[in-house]
């Protein structure tokens, strides 16, 4: 009796079922990620509120390339913000703690990608699957990193004046020539955007992205 019911315990069967659950709940469908090239040199890896640049191909599932950027539009690689839904959730999933020079496979069911719509060429409930090549990783635009560097006098809170003087810079390194009355309706944007409680100054707070749960 004990013997065979030690057996019982152990079998597959009984593994299954236990794996099943009795309430039949399925496990919310995640990315599937497969790395197909990690360089031996990783100095840094992807995080929440990045800037990515990427190159991507997209595939249906019986194997049609839909899209890549390395064949379509103007053919580079495209910049993104890793984890505020810039492109697809299952991106912001499946593109985290990645090195630039990474190579990555990425699975993604229907309700990560376009969902039950669809959208343009991608029909409604499509699993997709991406090849993404990571070329390169910078501070997001309004990630801590930048802010402390935009924090000339270290007070925790930036004045228009150091994101104005951040402004000049980016529109240097960037060649443009310089425009004060665009920079100043670049500012009084920003400021009326995310100033949320008006007091002339960004906290870290208010200048960073807000994490949503993805
Ligand atoms: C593959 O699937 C896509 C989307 O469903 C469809 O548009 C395309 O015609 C299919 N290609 C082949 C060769 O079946
Ligand atoms: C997509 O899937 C949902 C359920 O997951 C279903 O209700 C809907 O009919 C499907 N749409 C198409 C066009 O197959
Ligand atoms: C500066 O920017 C403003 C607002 O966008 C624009 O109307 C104006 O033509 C620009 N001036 C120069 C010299 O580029
Ligand atoms: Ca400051
Ligand atoms: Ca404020």
């Not at 079998?11 to 919310?28: D, N, R």
């Not at 580079?76 to 299952?90: D, N, R």
């Not at 240097?172 to 100054?201: A, M, S, V, Y």
Request: proline share 6%.
């Amino acid at each position: 009796m004990l013997l065979s019911v030690l057996w019982w315990l152990s079998s597959p069967v009984f593994l299954l079922v236990v794996c099943a659950g009795p309430k039949e709940e399925k496990p919310e469908e995640d990315v599937t990620v497969e790395v197909q090239h990690r360089p031996f040199i990783c100095h840094r890896k992807s995080k929440f509120g990045d800037l990515l640049l990427l190159h991507h191909e997209g595939y249906f599932q019986n194997g049609t390339m839909f899209h890549s950027s390395r064949v379509h539009g103007n053919k580079q690689p495209g910049w993104l913000t890793l984890g505020i839904k810039e492109a697809i959730v299952g991106w912001d999933r499946g593109l985290r703690d990645m090195c630039a020079g990474e190579k990555r496979k990425l699975l993604i069911p229907p309700a990560l990608a376009y969902g039950k719509e669809g959208k343009g060429k991608i029909p409604p409930n499509s699993t997709l699957t991406f090849l993404m090549e990571l070329l390169e990783i910078r501070n997001g635009p309004q990630s801590i990193e930048s802010f402390q560097e935009m924090d000339l006098n270290d007070d925790w809170r930036l004045s228009r004046k150091e994101v104005k003087e951040y402004l000049q810079k980016e529109f240097e390194l960037n060649g443009q020539p310089p425009n004060d009355t665009l920079q100043e309706q670049i500012l009084d944007n920003i400021f009326k955007k995310e100033d949320r409680n008006k007091d002339g100054f960004l906290s870290s707070r208010e200048f960073t992205y807000k994490r949503d749960e993805l």
